[in-house]
């Protein structure tokens, strides 16, 4: 009976040695993949791009973010075939699940992102955080541009993306963002786009990344880009806006302007469809701004001034959101997830409409009402 | 008279003989010849250097002035055999041996230099009281009493060790110690065989549930105020004459992370000191084993700056995160005993030469990463949060366990050891108390107090763990 025991600890031991030793891999056999890239390739395949830092040499001190990167590339009929080619020109495994960002040129989603979409759910190394980016162009200069202080791309891509909150001209989207939108259905998805610049002050040839505006898509398709003022109109309908920069006019005057902080931004999006089965949306805003700065001759502020500071800017945001729901009818592309508030409210009247929902949607109804208050002038007299 | 046992006789030089003759002829038994008043010569018998010398001039100038049972010492007692008499002698008592008619008395004369009450080294407050236990089980007692100056304190006075003999005392308080843990305990101490009882560990060993367990199923202190707040719980104290450090029992896991400082601050300060000490234990015996897991297994739980770090830093090193693991935690363990053991005096240069010579050398030198030795550092100065007793030596030991199923198999490993580890806890008893009491068995009012402080004036109730008789601390109106 001993015996027994004692083989039965000795086969425990070799059954945890045995099943255990293959999954660990130390540090120092890995490439850590900060950013990866997606380019169209030979054959409707897909060319791969990954950032990875180079690490110190012994001699060093650790310089952590601050390593210089190198870009892998292979090529593959799928995401995964190129992901598993690219091993040969690494002389380390590829750890692919500390991946920042994402960038997906734009060739690759007007071939249909569905496909690729599939392979990244399909892969489970990447976090759901990881940030979605799209580019025009090669996304191998994404990765390959360096940001002052930041030499991996990946933490450029993710600073810019958190820089959305005070300039409403992106926002941040994850994989587990899209996902969801893809799978539920609710709305159309859209990803951020991100353009390289050239920096001419730095005098050397370097580039930089400039995160403005949204690819949007209707189903799989790409369907437009959105532009700064139409960017800033779908934050402002989505209420996902946190904060921005508004500038008006000075009355009389040319080249002056007086700018104002928004610091708050509350969306109430109402639908309704009328016996013709056409939809009406009602979207009420409510905008709280300070005054921060004016260039005008005469900048004494009155309230009446306010009263009328109030009154262009209620049609200013006003068009930004116009600018938006023209963008999304001719586009025809969903983005406040319409059709899903109409399923939830005329379950009825949406099994007669979602069929052709397509159609639909460029006759909807919007109208905007804006309350804006302007809560500070922060000018002292 | 009992068989192998020896009468006096009433020739004084056969009683000696026969003294002698027990004692081994040892050098340093001395006779010295006096009469009491009566004109009876006498014998005194002391073993030289054991006896107080103020006392024994005493006893030698006014023995002419006693009758021949009037002694002006504490514990006289007549000796009927001559191996008590022996057994007196050994214990640093005086013999007086009379013709007629023939017999003993002890007289105690005892007088050994000893340290006098210190603050315990091991037990150091920066608030609360600073007196510690010292060799002498009668100032050990002396304190239990002046900490305690309760009519109810029970002593009860044995002899342990075939050859040793030597005096232990269980306290107890009548009205609250639970008799049967008590009788439990005189039971087990009944079946100590042992011929020499050296120290209280001796004892430890010879009465825990479990001889066969690394953890201490029994306390461990030198602090009086320590063994009375025990002793108010229920429990029961083991003193053993010629150790500072008193057997508190029953003891159970979470205790050690208690020490009685706690109750010298306010209840807010006490909380967080415990909680920290709780939080270090954790620390002390699962982070070495939580860092190899997570860079070896998990390195995607890593936010990406910190495993960049990491992993530069690992970049030279040769070895795998295990082995590099190991090797801090038993350098670090061979400092730690190096420190302990060398004199005070070289202690320091021990401790420089080690921290920054080796361990900024073995970095530079890429034997090891700056960040295990982070982690070494952090594990040990954790461990150092906890009381001195054996849990705390118990919690580095598992250290290495630990880190070695991580090695194998991550964090699954990790939590295989913890399930395990708690496992056999909870199948631990101290004198029939479970281990991992309050936690299991499950009882939050009583946990609160252990996890946390409470404040005094919730603590109406003793612990149940330890079946006090009077389980009411004080009732309301109570004085």
């Not at chain 1, 929902?357 to 804006?370: C, D, G, L, M, N």
């Not at chain 2, 601050?265 to 920290?276: A, F, P, Q, V």
Request: neutral net charge; contains cysteine.
């Amino acid at each position: 009976m001993r015996g027994a025991g004692r083989l039965a600890w000795v086969l425990t031991a070799l059954a945890l040695l045995c099943s255990g030793c293959r999954g660990n891999l130390e540090l120092n056999e890995l490439h850590i993949v900060h950013s990866v890239g997606l380019d169209p390739g030979k054959n409707g395949g897909v060319k791969l791009y990954a950032e990875v830092a180079k690490l110190a040499s012994g001699q060093q001190q650790p310089k952590g973010m601050q390593n210089r990167t190198f870009i892998l590339t292979s090529e593959g009929s799928n995401l995964f075939e190129a992901a598993r080619l690219m091993r040969v020109k690494s002389d380390r495994t590829l750890l692919w699940g500390q991946t920042t960002a994402i960038v997906i040129s734009k060739d690759i989603a007007l071939q249909g992102m569905e496909r690729q979409i599939e392979t990244f759910r399909r892969f489970r190394q990447f976090r759901n955080t990881t940030l979605v980016y799209m580019v025009d162009g090669s996304s191998a200069e994404v990765l390959k541009a360096e940001m002052p202080n930041s030499s991996i791309s990946a933490q450029a891509l993710r600073g810019l993306a958190e820089g959305g909150e005070s300039t409403a001209l992106t926002d941040p989207t994850s994989l587990l963002d899209i996902y969801k939108d893809w799978n539920n259905g609710f709305r159309d998805i859209k990803i951020p786009s991100i353009k390289v610049l050239k920096d001419r002050n730095g005098g050397k040839g370097g580039k930089l990344l400039k995160a403005v505006g949204f690819f949007a898509f209707r189903g799989n398709r790409l369907a437009g880009f959105m532009p700064a003022r139409v960017s800033k109109g779908y934050l402002r309908a989505a209420d996902r806006l946190k904060s921005s920069s508004e500038k008006l006019a000075c009355p009389g005057e040319s080249g002056t302007s007086v700018a104002f902080e928004n610091t708050k931004n509350k969306s109430r999006i109402s639908v309704s469809v009328n016996d013709s089965g056409i939809p009406s949306v009602r979207i009420e805003v409510d905008a709280d701004l300070n005054l921060v700065g004016a260039t005008c001759e005469d900048v004494t502020v009155t309230p009446e001034m306010i009263a009328d500071w109030e009154k262009q800017l209620n049609e200013e945001i006003a068009g930004q959101m116009d600018d938006f729901f023209a963008f999304s009818k001719r586009h025809k592309t969903d983005l406040l997830g319409i059709g899903e508030r109409i399923h939830r409210k005329h379950p009825q009247r949406w099994k007669q409409m979602k069929d052709d929902w397509a159609e639909i949607y460029p006759t909807s109804r919007f109208s905007v009402t804006v309350h804006t208050r302007i809560d500070h002038t922060t000018f002292t007299v | 008279m009992n068989r192998g046992q020896t009468e006096f006789k009433e020739d004084l030089r056969a009683s000696v003989g026969i003294l002698k003759e027990l004692m081994q002829h040892s050098d340093d038994l001395v006779f010295i010849d006096r009469e009491l008043a009566s004109g009876e010569p006498i014998k005194i018998a002391y073993v030289h250097g054991l006896t107080d010398d103020r006392k024994l001039e005493y006893l030698l100038a006014k023995a002419k002035e006693f009758g021949d049972a009037d002694f002006p010492f504490g514990s006289d007692d007549r000796l009927s055999t001559a191996e008590q008499a022996a057994d007196c002698l050994a214990a640093g008592q005086a013999v007086l041996l009379f013709s007629d008619p023939p017999g003993a008395a002890a007289i105690d004369v005892l007088g050994v230099q000893l340290r006098g009450v210190e603050e315990p080294s091991s037990e150091s407050t920066v608030k609360g009281p600073r007196s510690g236990f010292t060799e002498s089980l009668t100032n050990n007692l002396a304190l239990v009493r002046y900490f305690c100056p309760s009519p109810q304190l029970k002593v009860q006075h044995r002899k342990i060790g075939r050859l040793s003999r030597t005096n232990i005392a269980v306290l107890s308080v009548a009205g609250v110690t639970n008799p049967r843990i008590l009788e439990e305990l005189h039971l087990r101490l009944d079946e100590i065989t042992t011929d020499l009882l050296l120290g209280s560990t001796t004892i430890e060993e010879w009465i825990a549930d479990n001889r066969g367990t690394m953890f201490p199923l029994l306390e461990s202190t030198e602090r009086p105020d320590r063994v009375v707040g025990a002793l108010m719980d229920g429990r029961i104290a083991v003193m053993v004459q010629g150790t500072p450090f008193v057997v508190l029992l029953p003891f159970v896991f979470l205790q050690a992370f208690q020490v009685g400082e706690d109750y010298s601050w306010n209840y807010y300060i006490g909380s967080m000191l415990r909680l920290l000490r709780i939080f270090c234990g954790l620390i002390g015996m699962l982070l070495p084993a939580f860092y190899v897991a997570t860079i070896t297994f998990h390195h995607e739980l890593v936010p990406t700056a910190l495993l960049q770090s990491i992993a530069a830093a690992k970049e030279p090193v040769p070895f795998p995160a295990v082995v590099e693991s190991f090797a801090m935690m038993f350098a670090f363990e061979i400092m730690r005993e190096a420190g302990v053991r060398m004199p005070k005096q070289i202690g320091q240069a021990v401790s420089i030469v080690g921290a920054l010579i080796l361990g900024q050398a073995a970095v530079e030198a890429g034997i090891v990463s700056p960040i295990m030795v982070i982690v070494a550092a952090l594990t040990g100065i954790c461990t150092f949060t906890l009381p001195p007793t054996a849990m705390n030596y118990a919690i580095r030991l598992l250290q290495f366990g630990m880190t070695f199923l991580a090695s194998i198999l991550g964090y699954v490993g990790v939590v295989a050891g913890i399930v395990v580890l708690l496992t056999y806890l909870a199948s631990l008893r101290s004198f029939g108390v479970p281990y991992l009491g309050p936690a299991a068995p499950f009882n939050a009012l009583e946990l609160t107090d252990v996890v946390i402080r409470r404040p005094a004036t919730w603590n109406v109730k003793r612990p149940t763990l330890f079946r006090a008789v009077n389980p009411y601390r004080f009732r309301g109106g109570d004085k």
